[in-house]
């Protein structure tokens, strides 16, 4: 028998309507459809933030289950199908991708239909490490010395130049610092060559970065750009586990837009950009960028008034852009590989709980949570409580995030 105690949900989400077909006419606003390359727990929280707006989704992914099918509609495809990226631009009004590495062959299929934002160039600009650099290298921001490397003999070379400890990474396909290795001496060459040395590489100087940090900005399509507050990141091997708002000086914020503004204007940027960055003695030295919505500003949904989601879809739907101040002290925790227990972490006064609703698996990213407090001091003790519900390395890593 039903009590006041029982709740009853469906135990799967019912497939959505069918697909329309017909172009749309007339202004962006309620009732836009917007295609996604990559289904993605990106995707989903572009789904999650769109759906109040009125608008609706279909994500190209090749997974059945998806998990941002459950915020639209998924069409099955490989990326690099073109005949499917085709199909997806044909039933929307406005593309865009929770992915970067989508083949720029099928970016170009969705622009020859509909448009795409950010463009190809973007994407493209994103993929290959050494490109990625040498842009930004070009645009005057600084970097920690590097390298192309494209076998053994120009391996060696780049060591001369860059020194050790250095890190070798591939120029395609890596993310969560897989494809990468530490080269700290010549003993560890061997071994780094043998496990990257068949892909095209780029060998950089290790930073010993005092801070890791990163921007979030957007670029409407007449140019206005807003920035959120830099936010301070920790990584655990390679992956971001924390993300913190709102903590670096004035000066520091400029430096960091001027560099994001440069790379939005020469890419001719349209939607959320990130740059990743090393904090050295006090100076910026760009890591990389992503051309899409950002694991470190996931905060945003809860700590500010219009979060990077949402603005990515203002941006692409010509809409007017949303403030991007810190609303509240805010925090972040990046749930790998599992999800604490839920019933321990909603005690925690501030919590905001995002289950990406994917699969567990070892070294994927299943959800984040997202603390916020009425100031500093509440923000620590909350996570500080937190850090111990989740166990594992979060409580050591949290020293380092306020070290
Ligand atoms: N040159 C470097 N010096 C020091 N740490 C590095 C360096 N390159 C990468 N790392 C560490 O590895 C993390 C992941 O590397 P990154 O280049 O950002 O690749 P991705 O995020 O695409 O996997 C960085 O955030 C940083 O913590
Ligand atoms: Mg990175």
């Known amino acids: 028998m039903r009590t006041a105690a029982t709740r009853y949900w469906p135990s799967r989400i019912q497939p959505g309507p069918e ?38 989704f279909l994500f190209l992914d090749p997974a059945a289950d998806a998990c941002a099918g459950s915020t639209g509609r998924l069409l099955q ?36 239909v509909c448009p795409l934002y950010p463009g190809p160039r973007a994407l493209a600009a994103g993929q290959d490490r050494l490109a990625e650099k040498d842009l930004v290298a070009g645009l005057g921001a ?32 890596g993310y969560d610092g897989k494809g990468q290795a530490i080269l700290r001496d010549p003993e560890d060459l061997e071994r780094a060559w043998q496990r990257l ?43 971001l586990a924390l993300s913190l708002p709102g903590v670096f000086d004035g000066g520091l914020q400029a430096e960091a837009e001027r560099i994001m503004t440069r790379l939005m204007d020469e890419l001719d940027y349209v939607g959320v950009l990130t740059v990743e960055f090393f904090l050295a003695r006090g100076e910026l030295l760009v890591n990389e960028f992503a051309p899409r919505v950002h694991n470190s500003a996931h905060w945003t949904i809860d700590g500010a008034d219009c979060s990077q989601f ?48 994917k699969q ?20 620590r003790q909350r996570a500080e409580r937190l850090a111990a519900i989740a166990g594992g390395r979060f409580p050591a890593l949290l020293e380092t995030l306020f070290d």
């Open 310 to 357: 949402e603005n990515h879809l203002r941006a692409i739907a010509g809409l007017p852009l949303g403030t991007t101040e810190l609303t509240r002290p805010s925090l972040m925790f990046n749930w790998i590989g599992g999800l604490p227990a839920l019933s321990e972490a909603l005690a925690v006064a501030g919590l905001h709980w995002h289950d990406y609703g």
């Open 197 to 239: 040395g068949d892909s095209p590489l780029v060998l950089e100087a290790f930073v010993a970065f005092d801070a890791e940090c990163s921007l979030c900005g957007v670029r409407g399509g007449e140019g206005a750009t807003r920035f959120w507050p830099l936010t301070r990141n920790v990584h655990d091997d390679g992956i």
């Open 142 to 173: 600084r970097l920690a010395p590097y390298r192309g490397v494209d076998s053994r003999t120009t391996l060696l070379e780049a060591l001369d130049r860059v020194g050790y400890p250095a890190v070798l990474k591939t120029r395609r396909f």
């Open 77 to 112: 495809a490989a990326f690099d199908d073109e005949a499917g990226a085709r199909a997806l631009a044909e039933q929307v009004d406005v593309a865009t991708f929770d992915f970067e590495n989508v083949p720029t062959s099928s970016a170009r299929a969705v622009q020859a």
């Open 19 to 56: 697909p329309v077909t017909a172009a749309s006419e007339g202004p962006a606003g309620g009732g836009l459809r917007i295609g996604v390359l990559g289904g993605g727990q990106l995707g989903r929280m572009l789904g999650l933030a769109g759906l109040p707006l009125g608008f609706e």
């Open 360 to 379: 567990a698996r070892a070294g994927r990213k299943v959800g984040h949570a997202t603390l916020t407090a009425s100031s500093p001091d509440e923000l």
